[in-house]
């Protein structure tokens, strides 16, 4: 197991657009999260899936972002009619529990022109 | 005022010297996180505490529950040591992490 990973590494797309993102967590990590992280900031949460069920989300994640985990293992996020605020790193982590911390992706860098 | 503050938000130090990143939190917590972020983006986990001081090579953690604080402290730094260090909470019901800002440093030889 080679950790968590995400596809894309990088998406440019034109605003309006749809884009959608892969993560996959480490395979016994039952527990998964997708934060947003914009330049010179620290990550903001988006939303947790625990298995396949959505447990949490942000208020930052609005109609136009959709996520699911359909069989508890990878992840999509996708964005649709992407904005230029949309521009940021979409982070992916994934855990057995918060006890022993968590593991994350490398990012999919999204910049809408 | 942000859950999690750290400082300072940019450090340069000279090869060799310590170095140390101060994070404070309002919060109540079950574990705090130390992170490093180099360029590009992935994020690798530093330490984990829950109490008292952790060290590994020239890292060291320490927390003060009490004063809801924590510090990261880099001995006889190296430019490999150039990153954003960010500290975060885990607030353990909350099922999410909270992050500070970070703090740019750059170690110059």
């Known amino acids: 197991d080679t950790g968590v990973s995400q596809d894309p590494r990088h998406k440019i797309t034109k605003r309006g657009q749809n884009v959608t993102f892969r993560c996959d967590p480490i395979?016994?990590?039952?527990?998964l999260y997708w934060y947003r992280q914009t330049l010179g900031q620290g990550p903001e949460f988006l939303t947790y899936?625990?298995?396949?069920?959505?447990?949490?989300k942000s208020r930052l994640l609005s109609d136009r972002f959709s996520a699911e985990r359909p069989k508890g293992s990878f992840s999509t996020l996708e964005i649709q009619r992407t904005e230029q605020g949309d521009s940021a790193m979409y982070l992916c982590?994934?855990?057995?529990?918060?006890?022993?911390?968590?593991?994350f992706g490398s990012g999919t860098r999204l910049t809408v022109v | 005022k942000n859950e999690v503050e750290q400082s300072p938000q940019n450090l340069t130090a000279q090869e060799g010297e310590f170095i140390t990143i101060n994070c404070s939190y309002s919060v109540g917590i079950s574990a705090l996180h130390w992170l490093q972020q180099h360029p590009g983006g992935g994020i690798v986990s530093l330490f984990m505490?829950?109490?008292g001081k952790k060290k590994h090579g020239r890292l060291i953690a320490t927390i003060n529950i009490q004063e809801k604080h924590s510090s990261l402290h880099i001995t006889a730094s190296h430019p490999r040591d150039s990153a954003v260090y960010i500290c975060?909470?885990?607030?353990?019901?909350?099922?999410?992490?909270?992050f500070g800002t970070g703090t740019l440093l750059a170690v110059q030889p």
């Open positions: 899936f625990q298995n396949e069920a959505q447990l949490e």
């Open positions: 395979s016994e990590h039952n527990r």
């Open positions: 505490l829950s109490s």
């Open positions: 975060a909470v885990d607030g353990g019901a909350t099922n999410k992490l909270i």
């Open positions: 982590a994934s855990s057995v529990g918060a006890s022993y911390g968590y593991t």
